[in-house]
């Protein structure tokens, strides 16, 4: 079985290529990708190269296929496996395996086992660890968006909170208590506010800061003060770009008594140092956004961490219980991933992208594995419809799902691009 994978040989060295898949074992299953959503953890693999955790030493020797996000249909099934998967099956992948203690990943760590491929071999360790999902929903980019999504609900599951003079913490945001998104308009950030407004733990009070009014404008129009109310949230979007004292602003919101639940979505020192001074008693600063400087640093108000007391901690990932709660959030149309979305390509625009991906302005960058095409603004599917019918189409069905990438507008994509 022949692949067309993009691989990562060194720093900033990734290679589109056409090679050929050595047989599966008994225990792997030979699977084919359909979509796959670019994170940000993959620059920061391939700007490092092997100097990353997850990267091996060799790949100079041994590439391995990048691309972690990543959902498709399975082809072939060894022996050992065959009385759980049969081919045809749907799939969403939990990538954060930790097997064994061991840093290795898709998208990081595998010659034969990454998004950004046309076909791939799934290692055994994936199906052992009930990683490999069972996957029935209609659209392939909900299931690649369910790994993200599951970043941010187990965010939201990995704060805690104590009680004075009992050594318990309670795992989870405070129920009806008051919640900030820092630097909360980019992919995760949407994320999170979806999540907030729809899960079965709401907060009482949303306050989600951005320094750009295009973004701010763009998360209101998804996410309506009005929808907040519905949902029992008081949900307040605040440009911090102008504040003279952002963090004073932000705390009077919750009149002066601070923040439950603060979460950090860009690693930048002064957003962390506000988002220390607004904590409240008993409030969980959550750092989501990892840097790539290993020397990253920013003051806390260890005074409070002793005296009120507040805590910090960092996450970086779901689990599989958190990827199922995704999926079935969902199925049930609790959520929508594609307000993450903001430019669709195929697998011909994953190493431009990825080699840029702080400088391309918007969300999720989606691609599809077996499609070429230029990666696209979601925005300028109309502009670009003025000369190709394609484009003219596919924006009208992004208009009919208010302006974002739905199931009907993949299955048009796939329809009128796949090369395969």
């Avoid at 055994?124 to 996957?135: D, K, P, R, T």
Wanted: glycine share 10%; hydrophobic share 35%; charged share 25%.
């Amino acid at each position: 079985m022949k692949t067309r994978a993009v691989r990562l040989y060194g720093e900033r060295d990734l290679r589109l290529e056409e090679f050929e898949l050595p047989e599966i074992r008994e225990d792997e299953i030979l699977a084919r990708v359909v979509s796959d959503s670019i994170c940000m953890s993959t620059y920061k693999a391939v700007i490092l190269g092997n100097k990353h955790k997850r990267v091996p030493e060799d790949i100079a020797e041994n590439p391995t296929i990048i691309g972690h996000e990543f959902a498709g249909v399975i082809v072939q099934v060894g022996k050992k496996w065959q009385h759980q998967f049969k081919p045809g099956q749907k799939f969403a992948l939990q990538p954060a395996l930790n097997y064994k203690g061991s840093p290795y990943a898709p998208g990081y760590s595998y010659p034969y086992f990454g998004g950004n491929a046309t076909y791939i071999i799934i290692p055994q360790e994936v199906m052992e660890l009930g990683f490999l999902l069972n996957y029935e929903g209609k659209g392939f980019y909900e299931a690649s968006l369910a790994e993200p999504m599951s970043c941010v609900i187990g965010g939201f599951h990995s704060n805690y909170h104590t009680e004075t003079g009992k050594y318990v913490h309670h795992m989870g945001i405070v129920k009806g208590g008051k919640m900030a998104l820092l630097a909360g308009c980019g992919p995760m950030g949407l994320g999170a506010i979806d999540y907030a407004l729809h899960c079965d733990r709401k907060p009482g009070m949303l306050v989600v800061t951005d320094i750009d009014d295009e973004r701010l404008k763009r998360a209101e129009k998804l996410f309506p003060v009005e929808e907040g109310l519905r949902n029992g949230v008081k949900l307040h979007y605040v440009n911090t770009r102008e504040l003279e004292n952002s963090a004073a602003y932000l705390k009077e919101l919750t009149d002066g008594t601070g923040f439950d639940d603060v979460f950090v979505y860009a690693p930048v020192r002064s957003v962390i140092e506000d988002a220390d001074a607004i904590l409240g008693k008993d409030g969980c600063l959550n750092f989501f956004a990892g840097p790539t400087d290993t020397q990253f640093k920013a003051e806390v108000n260890f005074y409070n961490v002793h005296y009120t007391p507040t805590h910090i901690m960092g996450s970086t990932g779901g689990n599989a219980d958190d990827m199922l709660e995704s999926l079935e959030m969902s199925a049930k149309g609790l959520i929508n991933p594609a307000v993450m979305v903001t430019h669709v390509g195929g697998l011909d625009s994953v190493i431009d992208t990825t080699l840029n991906l702080p400088e391309i302005p918007g969300g999720k960058k989606l691609v599809y594995c077996n499609v070429e095409m230029e990666l696209t603004a979601i925005e300028d599917f109309e502009k670009k419809g003025k000369e190709d019918p394609f484009f003219a189409e596919l924006s009208r069905i992004v208009e009919r799902h208010n302006g974002l990438w739905s199931a009907e507008a993949e299955e048009y994509l796939l329809a009128n691009k796949s090369v395969d």
